[in-house]
T-cell receptor, first 111, second 112 residues
Framework: EAGVVQSPRYKIIEKKQPVAFWCNPI?????LYWYRQNLGQGPELLIR????????DSQLPKDRFSAERLKGVDSTLKIQPAELGDSAVYLC?????????FGPGTRLTVL | GQNIDQPTEMTATEGAIVQINCTYQ??????LFWYQQHAGEAPTFLSY????GLEEKGRFSSFLSRSKGYSYLLLKELQMKDSASYLC?????????????FGRGTQLTVWP
């Protein structure tokens, strides 16, 4: 069974530029999560989807971050414009029950 | 929210046993997770405890005491490949499908 797929794996951009990350969850997993992980820290949730509905986006910085999951499968997370402090690993996860399965993440470096 | 605390770093030698502790304060407790994360890779699920006591899975065991707000991960017969960060995590308001609150992770280094 294929795991959670994310792309790109690495992204380097200059500040004020836009950037987008893509996630394809495990087939059949209705719940999808975007986490951000800073160096030496645990992941922190940005947004959670149940099918196509964002049910928890309280930690998403909505002035510059946006996300969508139009057909309840793939999801895209966007940052516009990026700031230096956005440098982190962006993890996507999906679940059908208790266990959350994580993708490999996108490592973003903002210069 | 949740307050999850675990040591930042631990070291041990091959073949040894190591115990990684985690203390938590949660609202609406519904279990505690342990994840393993190798450098540059995704966290992978190790265990989920919802009842008090010890659960064993091969070389890895996880313990939970709900009354004390305490859990530990026990790794036996350590191997070099066990060098990784070990993350303790609790669900938000008791919903295992909701957000997970992660500790900052314990970086374990196994020496030959």
């Amino acid at each position: 069974e294929a795991g959670v797929v994310q792309s790109p794996r690495y992204k380097i951009i200059e500040k004020k530029q836009p950037v987008a990350f893509w996630c394809n969850p495990i087939s059949g997993h209705n719940t999808l999560y975007w986490y951000r992980q800073n160096l030496g820290q645990g992941p922190e949730l940005l947004i959670r989807y149940e099918n196509e509905e964002a049910v928890d986006d309280s930690q998403l910085p909505k002035d510059r971050f946006s996300a969508e999951r139009l057909k309840g499968v793939d999801s895209t997370l966007k940052i516009q414009p990026a700031e230096l402090g956005d440098s982190a690993v962006y993890l996507c996860a999906s679940s059908a029950d208790n266990e959350q399965f994580f993708g490999p993440g996108t490592r973003l470096t903002v210069l | 929210g949740q307050n999850i605390d675990q040591p930042t770093e631990m070291t041990a030698t091959e073949g040894a046993i190591v115990q990684i502790n985690c203390t938590y304060q949660t609202s609406g407790f519904n279990g505690l997770f342990w994840y393993q994360q190798h450098a540059g890779e995704a966290p992978t699920f190790l265990s989920y405890n919802v009842l008090d006591g010890l659960e064993e899975k091969g070389r890895f065991s996880s313990f939970l005491s709900r009354s004390k707000g305490y859990s530990y991960l026990l790794l036996k017969e350590l191997q070099m490949k066990d060098s990784a960060s070990y993350l303790c995590a609790a669900p938000h308001r008791g919903s295992t499908l909701g957000r997970l609150y992660f500790g900052r992770g314990t970086q374990l280094t196994v020496w030959p």
